[in-house]
């Protein structure tokens, strides 16, 4: 996807685990970009969009951020950097909703993608299914959390060259994976929230070097999200 940060999801161009008994918040992150830690931000509303995004949701957007909805069931917060018009130098979480959603197959998993790669049914325990990966290592988790009233659970891994992993519902070809069809070797947090029946999946995908940086200025403005409306 060209403005989905290297991910899981791979969406097409005219669309796109078990939790534990109790919960707790995502930390607090010790280390925070001057944009996630300012003052000055809107709250981007899902209400404003809700053929593209069917969940009502906010979240804060500071100064330095910016919201893109260019794929339906996907919003991505993008660190648009100086100049913002320089689009290699974005980064940022994706929020997707997965319900209906598809995977690949795991025996295709370490393959460039192609047309026509087999699709399963999303996963009863996604957790497992992530860490089946070969030469996939667990950094941490995972872990029961809490955002914004939704229960889920939150995992750090590092994963190796590999297929983009996510149809979302009504996708049908990939554009992820770059030319070589694979991501590359990346560290990614991966949050999987309960929405009452629904399921959101929230990724960020970077080279380790960059991830410990990056994850402390995305933490904050995940903890802004707030599902329902008022």
């Not at 996807?1 to 707790?24: D, Q, R």
């Not at 809107?42 to 910016?66: C, E, N, Q, S, Y």
């Not at 026509?116 to 950094?139: E, H």
């Not at 940086?213 to 904050?220: E, F, G, L, S, V």
């Amino acid at each position: 996807m060209a403005v989905l940060t290297a991910s899981f999801i791979a969406a097409c161009g005219t669309s796109s685990g078990p939790s534990a008994p109790a919960t707790t918040p995502l930390p607090s992150a010790a280390v925070a970009s001057p944009s996630a830690t300012a003052t000055a931000h809107h709250v981007f509303d899902t209400a404003t969009m809700p053929a593209k995004f069917a969940l009502p949701m906010t979240i804060d957007v500071p100064t330095g951020w910016r919201a893109l909805t260019d794929v339906p069931g996907v919003l991505t917060l993008v660190h648009v950097g100086s100049p913002p018009e320089n689009q290699s130098k974005w980064w940022g979480p994706d929020i997707a909703l997965v319900d209906g959603a598809q995977v690949v197959d795991p025996g295709r998993i370490l393959q460039p993608a192609a047309k026509g790669d087999k699709r399963l049914p999303w996963p009863v325990d996604f957790v497992s299914y992530l860490t089946s990966v070969p030469g996939a290592r667990i950094v941490s988790g995972p872990e029961p959390i809490t955002i914004g009233g939704a229960s889920g659970f939150s995992l750090v891994l590092d994963t190796p060259p590999m297929h983009p992993v996510v149809w979302l519902k009504g996708d049908t070809a990939w554009l992820g994976g770059g030319p070589s069809g694979l991501d590359p070797a990346l560290r990614r947090l991966v949050i999987l929230l309960d929405v009452g029946q629904k399921h959101v999946l929230v990724q960020e995908a970077d080279d380790p070097a960059a991830f410990a940086a990056r994850q402390a200025a995305i933490t904050p403005l995940i903890e802004t999200m707030r599902f329902g409306s008022d």
